[in-house]
């Protein structure tokens, strides 16, 4: 075989070689659970996310780089080996507890995930830990290790997710599972039962207090009102006896008005047998003789100038023969 012939051969395999190079490298298949970005010249083109089948220019002007749409689970707070190393940090009342965190993650900008970082999972490691380790700093342990896990969660959430936007990295922040959060040692732990223990005593005696203190409050205020009660009947009471009083004031008034005399002498006799109801009063008039008032019940005793008036009274018949007698 002379130069020539065999220099056409290698020549026709390099073609042969290059055209099966080409066949191959000019169509790519996408997979249900992938997604595509396109490099011509090693610049991203648009990403393909049909599956399927597609083409495009051979290489080495272009190429294609495939990633998963799955849904992937970052573990922090635990290592790779058997054992589980939870991430120790500080609480905002300066108490250690450890932490376990699971965050599920997506690739959502192909493009942003392969030149934005070199590493973008370990910048979401990054971001993860930053943001549990702010809440965490942030919060009081009782709230971490009891009722408080569920806002903590919402807020490394939060800012894991702006954290995430700001870096670019074409990752999206699915869900933030706070797995556990825990004291480091035995001794801590027994430290701190004993504690939440006189916490929760603390709280008992207190509420015990409150109930004692709303049931005085509650029998002060029933005391109060019954007084108030009390008050406003002994007032209505006494205005209506004051009215009584103005009432007969005004009705003696009038009598004493009327018939002054009289009236004079009724509240004389009343006020004496009021002020001495057992005893036997007599009043004497300037002559010496005497009239016998009270008691009002008895019969009186005439004498006197009073025998004279209740002879001024007797008919005319009585006086003429009297004075017969006389003469």
């Known amino acids: 075989m002379s130069m020539k012939q065999f220099y056409t051969w290698v020549g026709l395999g390099l073609a042969g070689c290059l055209l099966i190079l080409v066949l191959i490298t000019t169509w790519y298949t996408v997979d249900e659970s992938e997604q595509a970005v396109v490099l011509t010249f090693g610049k991203a083109e648009e990403g393909v996310s049909e599956p399927g089948l597609h083409f495009k220019m051979p290489w080495p002007i272009q190429e294609v780089e495939k990633l998963s749409k799955e849904t992937f689970s970052l573990d922090f707070g635990f290592n790779d080996g058997e054992e589980a190393d939870k991430v120790t940090m500080i609480t905002g009342d300066d108490m250690i507890v450890q932490a376990d965190l699971v965050v599920q993650w997506k690739i959502t900008e192909p493009t942003g995930y392969l030149f934005a970082s070199e590493d973008p999972e370990q910048v979401l490691f990054n971001a993860t830990s930053s943001s549990l380790r702010g809440v965490i700093g942030s919060s009081q342990i009782d709230e971490a290790l009891t009722s408080g896990k569920a806002e903590i969660e919402n807020q490394v959430r939060e800012n894991l997710v702006s954290l995430m936007d700001q870096y670019d990295v074409g990752i999206s922040i699915i869900d933030v599972r706070l797995q556990e959060v825990d004291l480091p040692n035995e ?95 007599y009043i004497m008039n300037d002559d010496g003789d005497t009239m016998k008032y009270l008691p009002i019940q008895q019969q009186p005793v005439l004498d006197g100038s009073v025998q004279q008036e209740k002879k001024q009274e007797q008919s005319p018949e009585a006086d003429q023969s009297e004075e017969e007698g006389a003469s």
Request: hydrophobic share 35%.
């Open 187 to 281: 001794e801590v732990r027994e430290a701190f039962t004993k504690v939440t223990d006189a916490r929760e005593q603390k709280q008992s005696k207190v509420n015990e207090a409150e109930k004692y203190a709303n049931q005085m409050r509650e029998e002060a205020l029933g005391e109060k009102d019954a007084i108030i009660q009390r008050a406003e009947g002994d007032k209505v009471e006494r205005i209506q006896n004051a009215n009584g009083a103005v009432s007969r004031f005004e009705a003696l008034l009038s009598e004493y008005e009327s018939h002054e005399n009289i009236t004079k002498d009724r509240l004389v006799m009343e006020t004496l047998e009021s002020v001495l109801p057992d005893a036997n009063v």
